[in-house]
Structure formats: C-alpha cells, structure tokens
C-alpha cells in the first residue's frame, strides 16, 4: 500500500493487498497519537481456491466430488443435479483472490413452462 505525505492523528487507512493476496487480518488502520498504526492486517499469498462444491446446493455429486483445491484462473463447468435446472453462472472461475467468480444456481424443475 502506498501513499504520498503522512496521515493525521485518527485517520483510518483501508488495506489494499497486492493481486494474489488477500487480507486475513484488519481491513483498516488507524494513526494513534504515539504516531504508529493500530491494527493488524495480514496479506497472506494466494495461490488456489478452496474447493466450493460445499458452498453450493443441488449440484450433481456424481460429477462434482470432493477434490482439491482449485488452482488460479481453473474454470469449473457446473452441473446441477438430476431435476434440478441451473439459473445462474455455467462456469465459475477461480480468482486471484482466493474465490471463485460466478454464482451457479440450481433450482428444482416441478414443471414444464407454457
């Protein structure tokens, strides 16, 4: 994180970690009147994504088992299971954050359309 000039007494920083990290610790420091920061964020380097199917109802667990972890930018192509139809995100995308992109949603087909 970088800045110009110095920060008053109280002021509150927001913790921006660099791309392949991710802040397991404070989101923002404040400036004390000893003039050091309280707080303590902790940028931890990320290198996959852990496996979501746990995350995610009503996927087909024939196809979508327990594996691993997921490296960055694995596309997973998402099934839903049988009567269930998927609403939202095909695939999803492991990020460089640590998360994946994309938001399957499965939901139950009790019906045909008109």
């Not at 420091?29 to 496996?51: W, Y």
């Not at 960055?72 to 954050?97: H, K």
């Amino acid at each position: 994180h970088s800045s110009v000039g110095n920060f008053d007494i109280g002021a509150d920083i927001s913790i921006t970690c660099a791309p392949t990290y991710a802040n397991q610790g404070a989101s923002t420091v404040t400036c004390t009147t000893l003039g050091t920061f309280q707080g303590n964020p902790d940028c931890i380097k990320i290198d996959h994504c852990p496996n979501p199917f746990g995350s995610w109802s009503n996927l087909d667990t024939s196809i979508h088992s327990s594996v691993g972890n997921f490296d960055i930018g694995a596309d997973i192509s998402i099934t839903c299971a049988p009567t269930y139809a998927n609403q939202g995100a095909s695939t999803v995308t492991c990020t460089t954050l640590g998360t994946f992109q994309g938001n399957p949603d499965c939901i139950k087909i009790d019906h045909c359309p008109n």
